[in-house]
């Protein structure tokens, strides 16, 4: 209904009004003021870098130097380097081995907390906290936790018996690994857990109730009706949740720095190493251009999810 | 009727109680045995494990020194002598209280910037269906997807360059790119759920679009715009790597480099001050939070759903 008002043309200005009403009334000359703001902001401040980064890869800049064009140079300089090959490996198996454990907690999680549970709206804020409290800070706190001295986890484990001496989470090479990745997943479950709780929210329970009458077992239940039913969510909200593990900065830079002897080295902390430590922005910058083609994979990937969900449906594939 | 009043108390959204109404249906074809192991200990374990941190954080902060590091004499999981020196140190020896206030200057500056560009953006892409506006609306979404890990070393670049490098505007300027996608594209859902019927009297009243924006859309979209807000002041808050290449002088960081950068010394890493930082530094957050609960989530999920 208010879209058939809205697509009717521009309505003729009332006859008599001056050349400025008439431009007032116009829908595309205003339409062009309400965008600036936004548009300025993300011309200047994204679209500009966006494209200056690939161009800078292209260069030998320097900090304090504008370098000048040397064609594919950086990128052959990748090639041959085993440690951009090495930050490629860690930043995939980061990315892949979080986001397939978070989805499957987080997914866990939700359907627990959408079982009919005393205080479940204090649950439900509760669980979000991790998310909620700078990653920053709790890192610092994961840190403090994985020390390899004072370490809560050491201690625990030595006095059940379990261990003999303490583990040395940040300081060997695979303990490293999963200590950091172990970091993201508690970090990034209460946001797959919450987004998808409230998606389920939106399932009807009518249709649990017809499908347990007719003898479907929980399994059953889920996967024929929760699961189609949450397709569009769960691949917008892993599209989000592989982006963000994929480019990760932060947790990395406060846990290891990328060590020890670059076993943690993501893809975005060698970037900021080569570019701000080292200066070699164009270096850098050429790491950082390196991991467009992860993401617009990524996001591909998710966009033809959701294309097949509507066909699904039975709507057209426009 | 216990329901009833449970779920008063509860206060759970409009949404939530639809659909709360059925879940009772089949939940007695569980017994209480098999509903302890299959819902509330798994549940217990997750919810013990996202927590821990947090507790051992707060614990540290008022552990005196004595018995932070050494494990044998005490329990490590609680503290006999609790003690408030850590935060006194860190307000009255160290910069703290200015970096506090530089990231809550930042955050609001940002925040409130991007809410004024995403509220007119949105109001002009859904009811001012320009020429192009779903094409617009589109590239927002995409410009979302853009991470600051592959935009730091290029914005530094133009930072520089436009004399902003160490000053708190390098990130109320830069911040918003991050957020303006994010609450237009929330708030382009809130503004799709008024009823255009409004704005057609108000047009027929002689109304400009800017009237209407600012004497009907606006105080009706209340929540959305509370829902950004929050939203956004805690992405700023949390952001960690604009600040951390585009600030240099100790006074001027946020709470986040601050920590990370100021506060280990050498080898001697000073635990209880580093957790009393971390936990003052999360306190306003978690604050905001709880006062806005269902704001936040209304945001989190809506972005996603739309």
Redesign the interface.
């Known amino acids: 209904m208010a879209d058939i008002a809205l697509k009717a043309p521009a309505k003729p200005a009332p006859r008599g009004a001056s050349a400025w009403a008439r431009l007032n009334a116009n829908r595309n000359w205003l339409g062009l003021w309400f965008m600036m703001p936004a548009a300025a902001f993300l011309i200047l401040f994204l679209a500009y870098p966006l494209g200056l980064g690939v161009w800078l890869s292209l260069t030998d800049a320097k900090i304090g130097r504008t370098g000048v064009f040397v064609g594919i140079e950086n990128y052959e300089w990748l090639w041959d380097d085993s440690i951009f090959w090495l930050s490629v490996f860690n930043t995939l198996l980061y990315t892949i081995v979080a986001s397939v454990i978070k989805f499957a907690v987080g997914l866990y999680l939700a359907l627990l907390l959408n079982e009919n549970l005393p205080f479940k709206a204090m649950l439900r804020a509760i669980v979000l906290i991790p998310f909620i409290v700078p990653t920053v800070l709790s890192a610092i706190a994961f840190w403090w936790l994985y020390d390899s001295q004072f370490s809560i986890v050491s201690w625990t484990l030595r006095h059940l018996g379990l261990i003999n001496s303490n583990i040395d989470f940040l300081g060997d090479v695979w303990n490293a690994r999963w200590s950091v990745i172990f970091a993201n997943i508690w970090r990034g479950v209460p946001f797959v857990a919450i987004t998808l709780l409230a998606g389920l929210q939106t399932v009807s329970p009518s249709l649990y109730e017809a499908a347990t009458i007719d003898g479907a077992t929980a399994w059953q239940r889920f996967r024929h009706i929760t699961y189609p039913l949450l397709t569009p969510i769960i691949a917008v909200v892993m599209t989000f949740s592989v982006l963000f593990t994929f480019t990760d900065f932060q947790l990395i830079w406060v846990l290891t720095r990328g060590g020890p002897v670059n076993a943690t080295q993501l893809m975005a902390t060698l970037s900021y190493q080569r570019a701000i430590i080292a200066g070699q922005l164009g270096e850098g910058a050429a790491i950082a251009t390196a991991m467009i083609p992860f993401l617009l994979a990524a996001i591909l990937i998710s966009w033809f999810g959701l294309q097949r969900r509507k066909w699904q449906q039975g709507e057209g594939n426009d | 009727m216990t329901d009833i009043l449970?779920k008063a108390a509860?206060?759970?959204t409009a949404?939530?109680a639809f659909?709360e109404d059925?879940?009772?249906?089949?939940?007695y074809?569980q017994t209480l045995p098999r509903?302890l192991v299959t819902?509330y200990l798994?549940?217990s374990i997750?919810?013990i494990?996202?927590?821990f941190?947090?507790y051992?954080?707060a614990l540290?902060s008022i552990k005196p020194d004595d018995q932070?590091?050494d494990?044998e004499r005490v329990s490590?999981?609680w503290t006999t002598a609790p003690t408030l020196k850590h935060f006194y140190a860190l307000i009255f020896q160290t910069n703290y209280p200015l970096w506090l206030w530089n990231t809550m200057f930042i955050a609001i500056g940002a925040t409130i910037?991007?809410i004024?560009?995403?509220v007119?953006?949105a109001?002009?892409?859904v009811?001012?269906?320009?020429?192009g506006?779903s094409f617009?609306g589109g590239a927002?979404f995409l410009?979302y997807?853009?991470?600051?890990?592959?935009?730091?070393?290029?914005?530094?670049?133009?930072v520089f360059q436009y004399g902003l490098f160490d000053t708190p505007f390098a990130l109320i300027?830069?911040y918003?790119?991050i957020l303006?996608?994010f609450s237009?594209w929330l708030l382009m859902g809130y503004f799709k759920t008024i009823?255009?019927?409004l704005e057609?009297c108000a047009l027929i009243d002689g109304a400009?679009?800017w009237q209407i924006l600012i004497r009907i859309v606006l105080p009706l979209a209340v929540p959305g715009l509370i829902s950004a807000f929050i939203f956004c002041f805690?992405l700023c808050?949390?952001e960690?790597?604009y600040a951390?290449?585009f600030l240099s002088t100790t006074a001027h960081k946020t709470?986040?480099?601050a920590?990370?950068n100021e506060f280990v010394d050498g080898d001697i890493?000073r635990?209880g001050s580093?957790?009393a930082g971390?936990?003052a530094?999360?306190l306003p957050?978690?604050v905001l939070?709880?006062f806005f609960?269902e704001h936040?989530?209304s945001a989190?999920?809506g972005a996603?759903?739309e």
């Not at chain 2, 059925?22 to 939940?27: L, R, T, V, W, Y």
């Not at chain 2, 997807?145 to 133009?158: G, K, W």
């Open positions: 449970r509860l206060g759970t949404k939530a659909t059925h879940s009772e249906g089949m939940a074809l509903r819902v798994p549940l997750i919810l494990v996202l927590l941190p947090f051992w954080m540290t932070l590091l494990m490590p999981f910037l991007s004024v560009a995403s007119l953006a109001y002009a892409i009811r001012l269906r320009y020429r506006a617009v927002i410009a997807l853009v991470p600051p890990s592959i935009l730091f070393i290029p914005l530094s670049t133009v300027l830069t918003p790119t303006i996608p237009t009823p255009y019927e057609e400009s679009r805690t808050w949390n960690f790597i951390l290449t709470v986040p480099v920590i990370v890493y635990w580093l957790m971390a936990l530094g999360s957050l978690v939070y709880a609960v936040y989530v989190m999920t996603v759903k």
